[in-house]
């Protein structure tokens, strides 16, 4: 089954500085991935996602992640940080396939801490 | 805008009570779903629904039940709440019925407690 991992539960960055998540997917066969991102006290919101065509994934608000299959990874990355970044980011994973549960499998999530 | 909407936002139970979450959406989407999120664990899945009137076991199915009777409309039941299902429910739906699966779009939350 697939499975995402996330590495580091909180990151904290100063303003204007190089944001970097971290996710690492399990998965047989081709994924798709995502990035979602959660306010304090809201749902979650998309922020980008790989579908297997362009390996860089830009998104919404200067984010971006790029699909490496060679280090299963998809890390989430932004070059200068804002206080307005501050949230938790989750990544996801769908299998390509119709295997397995026809449901996404989230990360444990990174909380994101910009300090000024 | 409605997209997905939760019913109630809040919920204080006590041991052994039980209830029922609504969630309700307005996109004309395939599936539906209910994760619950617990600090450090991330969002997993309690049941999915890819079409009106079926319904699947996530990862955390026990303790709960579900209907989909309705395409718009998906409840997550309690039938004797426990402690151990204090948590924040979100409800979640889907355009795509299988894989692969594209964006879903999310409720803002029930917080539930039981005491």
Known sequence: ?116 | NAGVTQTPKFQVLKTGQSMTLQCAQDMNHNSMYWYRQDPGMGLRLIYYSASEGTTDKGEVPDGYNVSRLKKQNFLLGLESAAPSQTSVYFCASSYLSSSPLGELFFGEGSRLTVL
Not at chain 1, 49 to 59: F, Q
Not at chain 1, 91 to 114: D, I, M, N, Y
Request: overall charge positive.
């Open chain 1, 1 to 116: 089954a697939q499975s995402v991992t996330q590495l580091g539960s909180h990151v904290s960055v100063s303003e204007g500085a190089l944001v970097l998540l971290r996710c690492n997917y399990s998965s047989s066969v081709p994924p798709y991935l995502f990035w979602y991102v959660q306010y304090p006290n809201q749902g979650l919101q998309l922020l980008l996602k790989y579908t297997s065509a362009a390996t860089l994934v830009k998104g919404i608000n200067g984010f971006e992640a790029e699909f490496k299959k060679s280090e299963t990874s998809f890390h989430l990355t932004k070059p200068s940080a804002h206080m307005s970044d501050a949230a938790e980011y989750f990544c996801a994973v769908s299998p390509f396939r119709g295997t397995g549960r026809r449901a996404l499998t989230f990360g444990s999530g990174t909380r994101l801490q910009v300090q000024p």
